[in-house]
T-cell receptor, first 112, second 110 residues
Framework: DGGITQSPKYLFRKEGQNVTLSCEQNLNHDAMYWYRQDPGQGLRLIYY???????QKGDIAEGYSVSREKKESFPLTVTSAQKNPTAFYLC???????????FGDGTRLSIL | RKEVEQDPGPFNVPEGATVAFNCTYSNSASQSFFWYRQDCRKEPKLLMS???SGNEDGRFTAQLNRASQYISLLIRDSKLSDSATYLCVDLTGTASKLTFGTGTRLQVTL
């Protein structure tokens, strides 16, 4: 089945540790996105990529990094510089930035 | 002012009722809009696009009012399974990214 797969579903981070969230899609979409959602709040864009080997900062990129070496993969690293990483992280993809996005089922990150 | 604003609700309606949500947007140049549905602790799922002439999909009707800069979602004959948070999304041409509202929570009761 075509879709977007995020892993892991739950992730725990120790203080000072970097963690990487995986996002893979087999929809042949060019654009991919990472969002963060905090309880009771809307989605905030962290990074997005319109094409392989290119990505742009979103509204809250500080403390995060991404790569887009392959069309189907857009991993997000939450670095130790991100002081409040506890949130629900959502990856999405679309044909291009003007088309509606389709979401993975998310990763919940918590601090130990 | 936020780019996209929604009444957070909750809207509590009985089963079978008709309910409508509005979503205001600030960018007069915005070109296209979408409604998403998000269940508790789940990912958003695309519900429908919003066309300038208005569009209907079963019990759901979406409309765009450019003069007053808002979009609306009307749900007829509400079902218990319609209980969710509804997010409106604005495609901002300059930033080339979707701008999500914080969502309106709907609770349909017996």
């Amino acid at each position: 089945d075509g879709g977007i797969t995020q892993s892991p579903k739950y992730l725990f981070r120790k203080e000072g540790q970097n963690v990487t969230l995986s996002c893979e899609q087999n929809l042949n979409h060019d654009a991919m996105y990472w969002y963060r959602q905090d309880p009771g709040q809307g989605l905030r864009l962290i990074y997005y990529s319109q094409i392989v080997n290119d990505f742009q900062k979103g509204d809250i990129a500080e403390g995060y990094s991404v790569s887009r070496e392959k069309k189907e993969s857009f991993p997000l690293t939450v670095t130790s510089a991100q002081k409040n990483p506890t949130a629900f992280y959502l990856c999405a993809s679309s044909d291009n930035v003007r088309q509606p996005q389709h979401f993975g089922d998310g990763t919940r990150l918590s601090i130990l | 002012r936020k780019e996209v604003e929604q009444d957070p609700g909750p809207f509590n309606v009985p089963e079978g009722a008709t309910v409508a949500f509005n979503c205001t947007y600030s960018n007069s140049a915005s070109q296209s809009f979408f409604w998403y549905r998000q269940d508790c602790r789940k990912e958003p799922k695309l519900l429908m696009s919003v066309y300038s002439s208005g569009n209907e999909d079963g019990r759901f009707t979406a409309q765009l009012n450019r003069a007053s800069q808002y979009i609306s979602l009307l749900i007829r004959d509400s079902k218990l399974s319609d209980s969710a948070t509804y997010l409106c999304v604005d495609l901002t041409g300059t930033a080339s990214k979707l701008t999500f509202g914080t969502g309106t929570r709907l609770q349909v009761t017996l």
